[in-house]
């Protein structure tokens, strides 16, 4: 079935700087990818839609200058936080659809555990 | 915008046990699946269910489309379902999908 990975697992980083989170599709190719925010013990908020040479959209509320995403080509999106500050820290999750899978379902990152010191 | 409502909101079960997860959804749908989270936060698909019903192993699932809502039954429940369940469906307006806000199950051994 499809596969998605995502790295790293987890982060540590110092506020004020930056990290970057990749989500790749393993097995097949993905125009669009989503990414998802995780408060502990909350659901996954949508922040923004990843599209394939264009510009990512993003969910009211989240700041696109903070959460720069790229996807630059049909496997891989990333997500960049910038600046981080401890409010960042949050489980970052993110998801792609196999256009090609009979099911049409969502495949998930196993997500990436971002704590900010 | 879509509404998705899931209950119970805390599940505390014996092993053995059976156990029934509800899914009500405010519009029309055209994906909606059922997902576990395991305790180190990975989603494990399963089932992709937007009408019917489907069955894997102690795990089924049905949907009823036209009520909007959908069922995610467990039987003979082990430790090792523990962790929480997520219903997310995708409107048939646009392509985003929306989670509820799951069901804590815990089984007690």
């Known amino acids: 079935g499809a596969v998605v990975s995502q790295h790293p697992s987890w982060v540590i980083c110092k506020s004020g700087t930056s990290v970057k989170i990749e989500c790749r599709s393993l097995d097949f190719q993905a125009t669009t990818m989503f990414w998802y925010r995780q408060f502990p013990k909350q659901s996954l908020m949508l922040m923004a839609t990843s599209n394939e040479g264009s510009k990512a959209t993003y969910e009211q509320g989240v700041e696109k200058d903070k959460f720069l995403i790229n996807h630059a080509s049909l496997t891989l999106s990333t997500l960049t936080v910038t600046s981080a500050h401890p409010e960042d820290s949050s489980f970052y999750i993110c998801?792609?659809?196999?256009?090609?899978?009979?099911?049409?379902?969502?495949?998930f990152g196993s997500g990436t555990r971002l704590t900010v010191v | 915008g879509i509404q998705v409502e899931q209950s119970p909101p805390d599940l505390i079960l014996q092993e053995g046990a059976n156990s029934t997860l509800r899914c009500n959804f405010s519009?029309?749908?055209?994906?909606l699946q059922w997902f576990h989270q395991n305790p180190w936060g990975q989603l494990i698909n399963l089932f992709y269910i937007p009408s019917g019903t489907k069955q894997n192993g102690r795990l089924s699932a049905t949907t009823v489309a036209t009520e909007r809502y959908s069922l995610l039954y467990i039987s003979s429940s082990q430790t090792t379902d523990s962790g929480v369940y997520f219903c997310a469906v995708r409107p048939q307006e646009g392509f985003k999908t929306i989670f509820g806000a799951g069901t804590r199950l815990f089984v007690k051994a």
């Open positions: 519009d029309s749908v055209n994906n």
């Open positions: 998801s792609a659809r196999d256009l090609g899978s009979s099911t049409y379902g969502y495949t």
